[in-house]
């Protein structure tokens, strides 16, 4: 029971910071503003959900039907549509923790199941199948877009990242507005492609993988159990131990054998940051870590300023020795108070690292872990993630790109977004954290789109980038994927002189595939079943993804 008060306390903490006051973060939060909205059709899926006359609660899962409508991109959906993406019985709960405490329109998780109540694996709106999803619910991000940006960007980076579709939500015959669909975090070969354990899995090569753990609120997690950082970090008058979330294997499903592995291999690398070699590339850090994960990791949340990065919502996971011995940072999560969306620590301003939240913010309740702001001290840590900048600003994070980007997803919600302001009327008001309130969903944008535009201007300076100088690529990139903007046809360069035959695929801006093709070196790629818009394309060898790259199509 403590522990759980204690769990509570930190929802409390964390809001008492910005806003001094419970009751004033409650009702600066928007909770008490609706209005009715007459729903009968959409340009986006819907989500219809019947609790039958049960009350929705932040667990357990209750039992209830759901009904998502769609009959196709580009086609219209209608509330008495037959032609449903999905019919049947889910367990469904609140989710997250501010997100639900603090908003009306409250996240949720589902699972899909049979009608006796066990998992049932599906394929929702085109994802791959399983039983876990969530339902985003944009709230104090006004732009509605800010996750399914992020992960926009990380799933052109990362190897796994959740897979997004807009939708709008019904619950018991009421709108309820535009929401998200996502896939849950999780083990799966389609999300976080690593070795399954099992209860038996307590000896040799079987127990070193895989593991999903996480730094997070308690208040988020369910069972709740983990272990402790043997370390101290924050400053000020937060100095504390971080605590380490199980995630996979769940709480109640992780044995002795497999708890005491994982927490020796965390300690491991924290460790290696208190030895004299802690730089060494072969000995100090890295020896325990995959170096790309961090960066990609710390790019992800540089660009976003991300104000809540790196101390919650950071997974961590590791795979069996027998295939990869090192931990790696990811996937990426929660990023709703990113990018100026935060008013609290520096998390809207455009200049400076969220890794150094414990010195920008050292009263705050929940800190950042002490390995973030040494990394930078890594004059080589700093180079590789400088050199891993400038590719990035020639592809996913080029300027044009992220504009174009911003402005397929507003035309995804341009019709949507008019009913969600209509059911939540938020746009001229305060709704916590905001740094920004414009009044308009089109000033939502613009603000967005500026604040990204300052960001990186930021970030280019900070990693000694000057767009106007060429570089030469040639030794660190061995193919080319080119033109772009692209019109009807898409060039592979092999720079090298072995020969390469590979496997594209191309997801269209909601991570959707929407073409899959074979080549050989210096093939021509056909764009031309495509409509204008953002794509990511993904080429692989048979042993190594050898390039990721966002195109713009005209």
């Given at each position: 029971?403590?522990?759980?008060?204690?769990?509570?306390?930190?929802?409390?903490?964390?809001?008492?910071?910005?806003?001094?006051?419970?009751?004033?973060?409650?009702?600066?939060?928007?909770?008490?503003?609706?209005?009715?909205?007459?729903?009968?059709?959409?340009?986006?899926?819907?989500?219809?959900?019947?609790?039958?006359?049960?009350?929705?609660?932040?667990?357990?899962?209750?039992?209830?039907?759901?009904?998502?409508?769609?009959?196709?991109?580009?086609?219209?959906?209608?509330?008495?549509?037959?032609?449903?993406?999905?019919?049947?019985?889910?367990?469904?709960?609140?989710?997250?923790?501010?997100?639900?405490?603090?908003?009306?329109?409250?996240?949720?998780?589902?699972?899909?199941?049979?009608?006796?109540?066990?998992?049932?694996?599906?394929?929702?709106?085109?994802?791959?199948e399983e039983?876990?999803?969530?339902?985003?619910?944009?709230?104090?991000?006004?732009?509605?877009?800010?996750?399914?940006?992020?992960?926009?960007?990380?799933?052109?980076?990362?190897?796994?990242?959740?897979?997004?579709?807009?939708?709008?939500?019904v619950?018991?015959?009421?709108?309820?507005?535009?929401?998200?669909?996502?896939?849950?975090?999780?083990?799966?070969?389609?999300?976080?492609?690593?070795?399954?354990?099992?209860s038996?899995?307590?000896?040799?090569?079987?127990?070193?993988?895989?593991?999903?753990?996480?730094?997070?609120?308690?208040?988020?997690?369910?069972?709740?159990?983990?272990f402790?950082?043997?370390?101290?970090?924050?400053?000020?008058?937060?100095?504390?131990?971080?605590?380490?979330?199980?995630?996979?294997?769940?709480?109640?499903?992780?044995?002795?054998?497999?708890?005491?592995?994982?927490?020796?291999?965390?300690?491991n690398?924290?460790?290696?940051?208190?030895?004299?070699?802690?730089?060494?590339?072969?000995?100090?850090?890295?020896?325990?870590?995959?170096e790309?994960?961090?960066?990609?990791?710390?790019?992800?949340?540089?660009?976003?300023?991300?104000?809540?990065?790196?101390?919650?919502?950071?997974?961590?996971?590791?795979?069996?020795?027998?295939?990869?011995?090192?931990?790696?940072?990811?996937?990426?999560?929660?990023?709703?108070?990113?990018?100026?969306?935060?008013?609290y620590?520096?998390?809207?301003?455009?200049?400076?690292?969220?890794?150094?939240?414990?010195?920008?913010?050292?009263?705050?309740?929940?800190?950042?872990?002490?390995?973030?702001?040494?990394?930078?001290?890594?004059?080589?840590?700093?180079?590789?993630?400088?050199?891993?900048?400038?590719?990035?600003?020639?592809?996913?994070?080029?300027?044009?790109?992220?504009?174009?980007?911003?402005?397929?997803?507003?035309?995804?919600?341009?019709?949507?977004?008019?009913?969600?302001?209509?059911?939540?009327?938020?746009?001229?008001?305060?709704?916590?954290?905001?740094?920004?309130?414009?009044?308009?969903?089109?000033?939502?944008?613009?603000?967005?789109?500026?604040?990204?535009?300052?960001?990186?201007?930021?970030?280019?300076?900070?990693?000694?980038?000057?767009?106007?100088?060429?570089?030469?690529?040639?030794?660190?990139?061995?193919?080319?994927?080119?033109p772009?903007?692209?019109?009807?046809?898409?060039?592979?360069?092999?720079?090298?002189?072995?020969?390469?035959?590979?496997?594209?695929?191309?997801?269209?801006?909601?991570?959707?595939?929407?073409?899959?093709?074979?080549?050989?070196?210096?093939?021509?790629?056909?764009?031309?079943?495509?409509?204008?818009?953002?794509?990511?394309?993904?080429?692989?060898t048979?042993?190594q993804h050898?390039?990721?790259?966002?195109?713009?199509?005209?």
């Amino acid at each position: 029971m403590a522990f759980i008060l204690n769990a509570k306390m930190e929802i409390s903490r964390s809001c008492i910071h910005s806003c001094f006051w419970i009751s004033l973060c409650i009702l600066s939060s928007g909770i008490g503003f609706s209005q009715s909205v007459n729903f009968s059709s959409s340009d986006l899926p819907i989500f219809v959900i019947n609790t039958n006359g049960n009350i929705i609660v932040d667990e357990p899962k209750i039992t209830a039907d759901l009904k998502i409508i769609y009959n196709g991109q580009g086609k219209r959906n209608t509330i008495g549509d037959t032609a449903l993406n999905y019919n049947g019985k889910i367990g469904v709960e609140y989710r997250g923790s501010s997100s639900q405490d603090l908003s009306p329109k409250k996240p949720l998780g589902f699972e899909t199941r049979k009608p006796d109540g066990s998992n049932l694996d599906v394929s929702l709106l085109g994802m791959p199948e399983e039983n876990d999803w969530i339902l985003l619910a944009p709230y104090s991000d006004k732009s509605l877009m800010r996750d399914v940006l992020i992960h926009h960007f990380a799933r052109s980076i990362l190897p796994y990242s959740s897979r997004t579709r807009f939708c709008e939500v019904v619950i018991n015959s009421e709108y309820m507005g535009v929401y998200v669909l996502m896939e849950k975090i999780k083990r799966d070969k389609n999300r976080i492609n690593i070795k399954s354990l099992s209860s038996n899995s307590n000896a040799g090569d079987a127990l070193t993988g895989g593991y999903i753990v996480k730094i997070d609120k308690t208040t988020g997690s369910t069972p709740i159990g983990g272990f402790y950082s043997k370390y101290v970090s924050g400053s000020g008058a937060q100095m504390k131990k971080i605590y380490y979330l199980y995630e996979n294997p769940a709480a109640d499903e992780i044995t002795s054998a497999q708890e005491s592995y994982i927490s020796s291999v965390i300690n491991n690398f924290e460790s290696s940051f208190f030895q004299p070699d802690w730089k060494d590339e072969s000995n100090g850090y890295r020896k325990y870590v995959d170096e790309k994960s961090l960066i990609d990791f710390v790019l992800l949340n540089e660009i976003a300023r991300n104000v809540d990065g790196y101390r919650l919502s950071t997974f961590i996971y590791k795979d069996l020795d027998s295939r990869d011995p090192k931990l790696k940072f990811g996937p990426v999560w929660d990023f709703n108070l990113g990018f100026g969306n935060a008013n609290y620590c520096e998390g809207s301003k455009t200049a400076g690292l969220s890794l150094d939240f414990n010195t920008i913010c050292p009263n705050d309740f929940f800190v950042s872990p002490f390995f973030w702001s040494k990394l930078m001290q890594d004059s080589s840590f700093y180079n590789h993630a400088r050199t891993r900048w400038i590719e990035l600003r020639k592809t996913v994070f080029e300027e044009q790109k992220i504009n174009s980007l911003i402005d397929s997803l507003n035309r995804n919600v341009t019709e949507s977004q008019e009913r969600n302001f209509t059911k939540w009327p938020i746009l001229d008001k305060y709704v916590w954290p905001n740094n920004f309130v414009g009044g308009t969903f089109i000033s939502e944008i613009n603000y967005l789109k500026n604040w990204l535009s300052q960001r990186i201007i930021w970030l280019d300076g900070y990693f000694k980038y000057d767009k106007t100088v060429p570089i030469d690529q040639e030794k660190n990139i061995g193919f080319a994927l080119y033109p772009n903007p692209a019109h009807d046809y898409l060039y592979l360069r092999n720079r090298f002189d072995k020969p390469l035959t590979f496997h594209g695929l191309v997801f269209n801006s909601m991570g959707i595939k929407v073409l899959e093709f074979n080549g050989e070196s210096n093939s021509q790629i056909s764009m031309t079943s495509l409509a204008s818009g953002v794509y990511h394309i993904r080429i692989d060898t048979r042993n190594q993804h050898i390039l990721s790259s966002t195109i713009l199509k005209n």
